[in-house]
């Protein structure tokens, strides 16, 4: 085993213990957890198998291993953003709803108080 391949194994799996932390604090919600768990898990695979890269890109038909790290970055980026994307927007309109009950609730409490 290389030197490489140790560090790599050692900082998935430091990566790892720190997700874990952040859940156990509940500073990272399980639900967004589960994708840096996942990619973690990849990383700590593909360091132990070191042409596993080389495998997997034969079997997807990309000549170069890189491309196929670059391209399942930026595939998995566009995931979570859409992700991400979602969420706020959930949020935002929550948030509207939010504000325009409590408007009507002051609007209450000043008719009230007349």
């Known amino acids: 085993m290389g ?3 140790i560090i790599a194994i ?19 919600r ?7 768990i996942i990619c973690t898990i990849v990383l700590i695979v593909f ?6 890269l080389e495998v997997v890109s034969g079997l997807v038909g990309i000549i170069a291993a890189p491309n196929l790290v670059f391209t399942g970055a930026v595939f998995a980026i566009l995931i979570y953003l859409l992700h991400m994307s979602i969420v706020v927007s959930k949020i935002q309109e929550q948030n509207k ?9 002051k609007e209450k409490l000043k008719n009230k108080k007349e």
């Open 47 to 52: 360091s132990f198998w070191r042409n596993g």
């Open 3 to 5: 030197r490489i391949q």
């Open 97 to 105: 709803t939010l504000a325009q009950e409590v408007a009507l609730l």
């Open 30 to 36: 399980e639900e967004y957890a589960f994708v840096w």
């Open 10 to 28: 050692c900082i998935s799996v430091a990566f790892l213990l720190l997700i874990a932390r952040l859940i156990i604090k509940g500073k990272l």
